[in-house]
């Protein structure tokens, strides 16, 4: 079993339709848990971040965390085209310990919004 | 402000060649990571390094080297390019004090042939 599984999607919507983009991890350790935005041929770029259980709110943008279930979601309030892109969850440990903040990460889900 | 530098962006190697993956950062982080990134497979760790003179081995090391000998340097070594090795490589740092993040270099692709 992968540590982080990631819905593989790929995912395509309509412009103004709410997304929700999801993943599950095995590893009790985690805390930190991210979702990075890849566009094509770039590198990715950390979109959300949250510590153990509970939501973030940036925007359009939600981050939801539930340890006992182990899952970690992303909704995408009213998608745009510039939304368009590859979204890949991570977690880790921390930077302390033996983790030194390495992050495992899951498959991506490839999202279209199309006007 | 540059934050992680990848070089080349492009390569094509021929099967048993060599090359070197330059990565620099100007973030003064202590931490840095090599990933490489195949279709529909996510990021896989390379090696990683918390500090100039420190490296260790992630979930992927065969047929890599790396070496810190700065902060701000962290080379990535392909020793006899073998056709498993074309994908995509990502550079990225990350700051001690911060438990969440990396800052990616912008990857540089590479084909064996």
């Known amino acids: 079993q992968k540590e982080v599984e990631q819905d593989p999607g790929p995912l395509s919507v309509p412009e103004g339709a709410i997304v929700s983009l999801n993943c599950t991890y095995s590893n009790s350790a985690f805390q930190y848990f991210m979702w990075y935005r890849q566009y094509s041929r770039k590198g990715p770029e950390l979109l959300m971040y949250t510590y153990s259980s509970g939501n973030k709110e940036d925007g359009r943008f939600t981050a939801q965390v539930d340890k006992s279930s182990k899952y970690i979601s992303l909704f995408i309030r009213d998608s745009q085209p510039s939304d368009s892109a590859t979204y890949l969850c991570?977690?880790?440990?921390?930077?302390?310990?033996?983790?030194?903040?390495?992050?495992?990460f899951g498959q991506g889900t490839i999202l279209t919004v199309h006007p | 402000n540059a934050g992680v530098t990848q070089t080349p962006k492009f390569r094509i190697l021929k099967i048993g060649q060599s090359m070197t993956l330059q990565c620099t950062q100007d973030?003064?982080?202590?931490?840095m990571y090599w990933y490489r990134q195949d279709p529909g497979m996510g990021l896989k760790l390379i090696y990683y390094s918390v500090g100039a003179g420190i490296t260790d081995k992630g979930e992927v090391p065969n047929g890599y080297n790396v070496s810190r000998s700065t902060t701000e340097d962290f080379p990535l070594r392909l020793e006899l390019a073998a056709p498993s090795q074309t994908s995509v490589y990502f550079c990225a740092s990350s700051s001690t004090r911060q438990s969440y993040g990396y800052t990616f270099g912008s990857g540089t692709r590479l084909t064996v042939v």
């Open positions: 973030m003064n982080h202590n931490y």
């Open positions: 991570a977690s880790g440990s921390g930077a302390g310990g033996t983790s030194y903040g390495k992050l495992t």
